[in-house]
């Protein structure tokens, strides 16, 4: 099956700073990615929906200010998480698909720590 | 709403049978998927089906539709202890213009040897 990368794996970082979560569709061109949290023992969330070329579409809910999407190419979306705090942390998923409406690839997900 | 209801937990032993289900919401999703996630890790798709099919089978995988109730299964025969993990089903709705996965609530399954 197709593959999406995403990077890093695991972050710690320090309230107040910013981290940035990679994901890339490495055999494939996506024109729309996913973005996914989720907490411990629970399912996933979408967060928001990454469209190249133009702005991501939020989730009821979700801080468009907080969490900034950015997708400035056919193989990747970025998540950058602002001004980070501890009930941030959680482990965030991206997935890709194809072609519309067929199965989803999923990056390895990022655990995401803030102290 | 768009509540993907499944079971929390399923205990079976190794070489049993075990049996996932899941209740769905939208008529109108054309696919729907069972993942698997293995602790600190991404989802890895197990198998789909198509909502015009009644079963599909892949190797050790059955899975069965009833489009009627809006019920789907996964059976894993054999079960090993490899299949410890935990399965979510998903759908895409209709009303989402077969864009947004809506996943289940995830069952955890747990083989003992």
């Known amino acids: 099956g197709a593959v999406v990368s995403q990077h890093p794996s695991r972050v710690i970082c320090k309230s107040g700073t910013s981290v940035k979560i990679e994901c890339r569709s490495l055999?494939?061109?996506?024109?729309?990615m996913f973005w996914y949290r989720q907490f411990p023992k629970q399912s996933l969330m979408l967060m928001a929906t990454?469209?190249?070329?133009?702005?991501?579409?939020?989730e009821q809910g979700v801080e468009k200010d907080k969490f900034l999407i950015n997708h400035a190419s056919l193989t990747l979306s970025t998540l950058t998480v602002t001004s980070a705090h501890p009930e941030d942390s959680s482990f965030y998923i991206c997935?890709?698909?194809?072609?519309?409406?067929?199965?989803?690839?999923f990056g390895q997900g990022t655990r995401l720590t803030v102290v | 709403g768009e509540d993907v209801e499944q079971s929390l937990f399923l205990s079976v032993r190794e070489g049993d049978s075990s049996v996932i289900n899941c209740t769905y919401t939208?008529?109108?999703?054309?696919?729907l998927y069972w993942y698997k996630q293995e602790p600190g890790a991404g989802l890895q798709l197990l198998t789909y089906i198509f909502s015009n099919m009644d079963m599909k089978q892949d190797q050790r995988l059955t899975v069965l539709l009833n489009k009627k109730d809006k019920h789907l299964s996964l059976r894993i025969a054999d079960t090993q202890t490899g299949d410890s993990a935990i399965y979510f089903c998903?759908?895409?709705?209709?009303?989402?213009?077969?864009?947004?996965?809506?996943f289940g609530t995830g069952t955890r399954l747990l083989v003992s040897p």
């Open positions: 055999d494939f061109q996506a024109t729309t």
């Open positions: 997935s890709a698909r194809p072609t519309p409406n067929t199965e989803a690839f």
């Open positions: 939208d008529s109108s999703s054309t696919y």
């Open positions: 990454s469209n190249e070329g133009s702005k991501a579409t939020y």
């Open positions: 998903a759908e895409i709705p209709g009303n989402t213009g077969f864009q947004k996965l809506v």
